[in-house]
């Protein structure tokens, strides 16, 4: 009430003195010191002085992402203001769009703008070259504005990825803890050693590098121990827990062992001194995906092995091994056990249980932990079905690509496939293949088409799946002159200059590839 009051006050002290008070936002993420929040607001204050504004409140979002409004407490502070009715300003003044925010659908960010413009309060974009009055060329602008700040996160996100697999096939560490028995080495560029560093240490110059390195004598010997006795003595990882914690041996953590944390050790490949990276991907904040095996980036000897690669081996094989007398039906009736006794389901779990196989085994025999889940019909509280989804795109990729190449070969031309996946059709034009998977948005199904800026395709055929996502329902061949952005949206039905792309079948493209003899054309 007493806001409210406040915020009564300052309108009608508005309407008395024609003072207007705003808020300023501000926002710098780890990626852009030049957008300093001293440099923004140096911008802000003086956009206020010429507009006759008060900057009565600071909202600063510190060395924060703005892909995403989670973490970003300053913005989530002004939103509850101006939500709440509590807000005792009447604008809000920004340095640009991308500082309101990189988000990866344009529309989120215009969601937020709008929630403010219906409270009755206009968001200013302080360093544009715009003024954000409504008008027909700052909407447009805007818009546009939007989509790059998204996609230089999405360019970022790419280039990054590819510098980080690069260092990982060159031996050096990229992120997480080392491990029991292993220590993270900070290196020269020379790869001359400069120091270990302890959990949370990070390295100060961007010419440094890490690598992992034999920990203590007694935690190496620890590894080796735990291996000989699950290799030699055939003890259990449960058992070997046991007899760790007897020795009051803790795990690198601190903590007690448990049967989670020996079968970690005894499955993880940085024991064999492998590099391996992308085991599970978070791109963008957008969603965690735990990637198949065959999109692991590894160097192999990368660092000293604190166990040989055959006894590595041999505990590997006895981990397989040891749910192959299990049937799909055994193993599906043990986890409806766990699911009773546990009350829900996940691969830490699992492990933990003593009396059954391993999550990776789940993994193993049906494809993945979800596809288990949904065969007893447990459904996480987390909808993960993205991720079988986006297996199957995987999967089916080849294959389309495959059929489509088969089409043009049909029709008499001749293509060429580059490492890119672009196909070089009788060395006159070029064809990218997307593949649009279909998502719930709002009240129907969507379609999200991303074109592939970096290849510059003379045609890019998005081939849209069913709403099922299980099989082909048509097909958009979009030319790259006609392209205006990076991105495109379909819903189940479009407008007419989005489905004049449309095609039910290909046989008309594969026909551009038809070579007639001189002969017929004269």
Request: glycine share 8%; net charge neutral; proline share 2%.
């Amino acid at each position: 009430m007493g806001r409210r009051l406040i915020r009564r006050l300052f309108k009608a002290e508005e309407r008395d003195g024609d003072i207007k008070r705003a808020a300023a936002y501000v926002r710098m993420s780890t990626d852009h010191q030049k957008y300093s929040t001293e440099n923004q607001l140096e911008t802000i204050e003086r956009y206020a002085a010429n507009r006759g504004f008060r900057i009565v409140e600071t909202f600063e979002d510190s060395g924060r992402s703005g892909l995403r409004v989670d973490g970003r407490e300053g913005l989530q502070r002004l939103m509850h203001e101006v939500q709440t009715g509590q807000a005792a300003f009447s604008a809000i003044l920004v340095y640009d769009v991308s500082r309101w925010g990189r988000f990866q659908d344009a529309d989120e960010g215009a969601y937020y703008e709008y929630v403010c413009s219906r409270a009755g309060i206009r968001v200013h974009y302080c360093g544009e070259q715009f003024d954000n009055d409504g008008s027909i060329g700052s909407v447009l602008l805007k818009s546009v504005k939007r989509v790059m700040a998204g996609e230089y996160s999405r360019e970022l996100s790419v280039k990054v990825f590819a510098g980080q697999c690069r260092l990982v096939e060159l031996g050096f560490r990229q992120g997480g803890p080392a491990g029991f028995g292993l220590r993270r080495q900070l290196i020269d560029e020379n790869r001359v050693p400069k120091a270990m560093l302890s959990r949370g240490d990070r390295k100060s110059l961007q010419t440094d590098r890490v690598v992992l390195t034999l920990g203590p004598v007694e935690e190496v010997e620890g590894v080796r121990l735990i291996y000989q006795m699950f290799v030699e003595q055939g003890l259990s990882e449960n058992e070997i827990a046991t007899r760790l914690n007897l020795a009051g041996t803790l795990t690198d953590l601190g903590r007690p062992w448990t049967r989670a944390s020996v079968h970690q050790i005894l499955t993880n490949e940085k024991y064999i001194g492998n590099n391996v990276f992308n085991r599970v991907s978070f791109k963008l904040k957008q969603k965690r995906v735990v990637n198949s095996p065959d999109t692991w980036v590894r160097a192999e000897a990368a660092f000293p092995p604190a166990v040989s690669r055959e006894l590595f081996e041999r505990a590997r094989a006895i981990i397989d091994t040891r749910s192959a007398h299990y049937s799909d039906e055994e193993l599906l009736a043990l986890l409806q056990e766990v699911l009773k006794d546990e009350g829900y389901l996940s691969g830490l779990i699992i492990d933990e249980r003593e009396d059954m196989p391993s999550a990776s085994a789940y993994r193993h025999r049906f494809g993945s932990l979800i596809r288990a889940y949904s065969l007893i019909g447990y459904i996480p509280d987390r909808d993960y079905s993205y991720i079988e989804v986006n297996r199957r795109i995987r999967d089916t990729h080849p294959a389309i690509v495959t059929t489509i190449l088969r089409g043009f070969e049909l029709a008499g031309g001749r293509i060429a496939v580059d490492q890119n996946q672009l196909l070089t059709i009788n060395d006159q034009f070029t064809a990218a293949v997307v593949i649009a998977r279909a998502c719930i948005s709002g009240g129907g199904y969507r379609w999200h088409v991303r074109f592939d800026t970096s290849l510059v395709p003379d045609l890019t055929i998005a081939v849209r799946l069913s709403t099922s996502n299980s099989e082909i329902l048509d097909y958009y061949v979009f030319p790259w002159l006609d392209l205006t952005a990076s991105r495109l949206k379909l819903a189940q039905d479009n407008a007419l200059q989005l489905d004049a792309y449309r095609f039910d079948a290909l046989d008309s493209l594969y026909a551009l590839a038809r070579q007639c003899p001189f002969e017929e054309v004269a």
